[in-house]
């Protein structure tokens, strides 16, 4: 006979969980998918220990998997969409306008700003902060601007385009767990991100107005738009593919379709204008685009995408689906959740308990991946209890979970911001006015019930869910 799990005994996952994400992660750096698996086998020991097979609990993982699949088919066309349009000159020629940009006068704004645009074109946050950010805050010291506003500028605009683009793996990851769709869920998140942002600007903005006017000049800045120029060849034309995506996306046609005509579009405009080969093109589908343009900056920038650059995403995500079918199967999962039920009667009060488990799972891991994973694995039943979308949850999990992690200076994100630009985490903490700013919007949201979208379809992969 199978025994029932007592609360107690259902805690012991997840302490086991928290202490080899915090120590192992969190200290040792070993990758989180190892320490799942370790949590997910000590998860099904103690299933065994409560009368369970080994039947059972692999029902339990495969049927976890089998509702994440469409999110991770998603993930790999977004590799094939990144490394097309990177070799068609989409991305390139969006990042080469957006430099453009640059206002002598509103240097916080235009930080901020470029580096928005820059981050939706490449779906990188870190990628935009290695490269445009180090170039930024080079012209910050030249012009005497004080490089806690300038760093927190960057890490606010790096972190709204990432969070906003369809190719970031963070953005994939997040609907993933919750039940959610790629799409459904960044149109959720800009109904508390956008004013987020704004608000960011307009502070940066009456900030930026007493460090001067003085004119904007970089060798930097200068150098990684000539060497774009000089490598790809800029059109009209090589917009296209981007209309193909937010076509389907606005007409709530099957995602992955577009992205595949999308990246084939792209690919044809790659041969016509920047006269690559089809192995070329083939290259940058599976394991990303190469630059090689001589220029360091330019290179890191642009050299990403491709089906490969998605496998420790999906990874992470096979782990902790593995780790939550066993128990959701093993009914470790149901006796905690009955517990943390009885704090969430409310709507207000469901979304408080999202809001701090995230926080909480950040501060003690530090990823952004499993400050989005784990409360989603706790909470997606208690949502749909309530009757509430799916992307409530992804948005959430999102904005308050890995948005927040580059705020903590013992995070992998803190640290390599920190030692990217020379600006300590605490330094630039108060003036990345989105990374935190969206975090009351969410609370606002729970209290008052704006936005907050019923659920209308038992299937939420499905877009327009």
Not at 84 to 98: H, L, N
Not at 130 to 151: C, E, K, Q, R, S
Not at 167 to 176: E, G, K, W, Y
Not at 249 to 261: N, Q, S, V, Y
Request: glycine share 10%.
């Amino acid at each position: 006979m199978k025994k029932q799990p007592s609360f107690g005994v259902a805690l012991i996952p997840l302490i086991s969980m928290g202490l080899l994400l915090g120590i192992g992660y969190g200290v040792y750096k070993i990758r989180p998918q190892v320490l799942l698996i370790t949590a997910a086998f000590i998860t099904g020991c103690l299933g065994f220990i409560l009368r369970f097979t080994w039947k059972d609990m692999e029902k339990g993982i495969v049927d976890g998997i089998h509702k994440a699949m469409p999110a991770i088919l998603i993930m790999l066309c977004v590799g094939v969409l990144i490394g097309a349009w990177i070799a068609s000159g989409t991305i390139p020629m969006v990042i080469y306008y957006g430099l453009k940009l640059i206002s002598p006068k509103y240097f916080l704004v235009t930080a901020c700003f470029v580096c928005s645009l820059t981050s939706i074109a490449t779906g990188t946050s870190w990628g935009t902060i290695g490269t445009l950010g180090v170039a930024f805050i080079g012209i910050a010291m030249g012009l005497g601007i004080p490089l806690g506003p300038a760093a927190g500028a960057i890490v606010a605009g790096s972190y709204f385009g990432d969070k906003m683009s369809p190719f970031s793996d963070v953005t994939n990851l997040a609907p993933v767990a919750a039940g959610s769709n790629l799409f459904d869920h960044i149109k959720h998140m800009m109904w508390s991100a956008t004013p987020a942002w704004i608000l960011g600007l307009l502070i940066y903005f009456f900030v930026g107005l007493g460090y001067g006017s003085s004119k904007v000049e970089s060798e930097s800045m200068t150098l990684i738009t000539e060497t774009l120029k000089t490598n790809f060849n800029f059109n009209i034309l090589l917009l296209f593919p981007m209309v193909i995506v937010f076509y389907f996306a606005a007409t709530k046609k099957p995602t992955i379709p577009g992205m595949l005509f999308s990246s084939f579009i792209a690919g044809i405009l790659a041969i016509i204008f920047q006269k690559a080969s089809i192995p070329e093109i083939a290259t940058a589908i599976n394991t990303g685009y190469e630059s090689s343009t001589g220029v360091a900056q330019v290179d890191q920038l642009i050299s990403r995408g491709g089906m490969m650059s998605m496998m420790e995403t999906q990874l992470v995500a096979f782990t902790a689906f593995s780790f939550g079918g066993i128990m959701q199967a093993t009914g470790l999962l149901s006796v905690i959740l009955e517990k943390v039920m009885k704090f969430t009667r409310k709507v207000s009060s469901l979304v408080l308990t999202s809001i701090s488990l995230s926080i909480i799972t950040a501060l003690v891991t530090g990823s952004s991946y499993l400050s989005m994973i784990i409360p989603e694995e706790l909470l997606a039943p208690a949502y749909s209890k309530k009757g509430l979308a799916a992307k409530n949850l992804s948005r959430i999990a999102e904005e308050s979970g890995a948005i927040m992690v580059p705020l903590i200076p013992w995070s992998m994100a803190g640290v390599y911001i920190t030692g990217t630009i020379g600006v300590s985490t605490f330094s630039y903490l108060p003036w990345a006015i989105m990374n935190y700013a969206s975090v009351f919007v969410l609370i606002v949201f729970g209290f008052t019930g704006f936005t907050m979208a019923p659920k209308i379809r038992e299937d939420e992969t499905q877009i327009g869910s």
